[in-house]
C-alpha cells in the first residue's frame, strides 16, 4: 500500500505509522523531518514551504513505487508540510514496513535522499535579519 | 509563439511573479527557453540548477514547445 499526502496542516506520525502497520512486518522504519534553529550558526527564526502541488504529489508517488518495486517492502507511506514551520515542528514523515529490517532501512533513507533531489517543494529559511531559499545557489 | 512560464521559489523572485507569457521563436526547445530565460534574467544563470516540467513531468533539453504549453520552472528544490 502506498499513503502519499501534502498537506497545509501539521503532520502525525501516527497517521504514517498506522498506514504501514501490518501483522507481517519485521518493522518499520519512520523518519521524522524537524525543522532546526541554525544554518551556520544564524538562528532560523521558521521556515516557508511551498509547492508545486500536482506534480509534488506525483514525484512523491514515483519515489514510493520506485523502492516498492526495489525492496521487499509492504507499505510506504510519504507526507509532507507546506507553509509556514516553526524550529520544532515537522515539514516530512516517511514511513516504510517490511518483513525484515534491512529493506525498511534502505528504502526509508532513499526515500528521503530523493525527496530532496526530485519532489518540487522550495523551502525559505527566515532569519532575524534576512531570508534565504534553501539549496537555491552553488 | 507565446507560452506560458509558471514560476515557484526564487525563479518567482528573480522574475517578479508567478506567471508570465513569453514569446519566443519557433522552433523552440526547452534548451532554447532556458538561452533565452538566463539572457533575459541573468540571475537564473546563478542558481545551481534549472529545470522544467511541462504537464507535471520534468522535460529533457531537447522536448520541442507548442503554442501555449504551460511551462514550470523548477530551480533547484529544497523538500524535507
Redesign the interface.
Known sequence: MIDIQLSEHPLAEKACYDAVSDPSAGGMVVFV?TVRNQTKGKKVVRLE????V???K?EMLKIAEYVSHQWDTLHVSIH?RVGSLEVGEV??IIAVSAPHRKAAFEACQYA?DT??????????EIFEDGEV?????? | MEVKL?A???AK?IMKGTTTGFFIDTPASILDLKNALTNKYPEFN???SLKF?IN???QNDDYLLHEGDEV?I???????
Not at chain 1, 49 to 52: A, P, V
Not at chain 1, 115 to 124: D, F, S
Not at chain 2, 74 to 80: C, E, F, K, T
Open positions: 523531518g514551504f511551498e509547492s508545486f500536482p506534480m509534488a506525483k509532507h515539514p516530512v528521503i525527496l530532496k533531489e526530485t519532489v518540487p517543494i522550495w523551502k525559505k531559499w534553501v539549496a537555491a545557489h552553488p | 509558471i515557484f521559489g526564487i523572485d546563478k542558481l545551481q516540467a507535471e513531468d520534468y514550470v523548477i530551480p533547484p528544490v529544497s523538500g524535507g
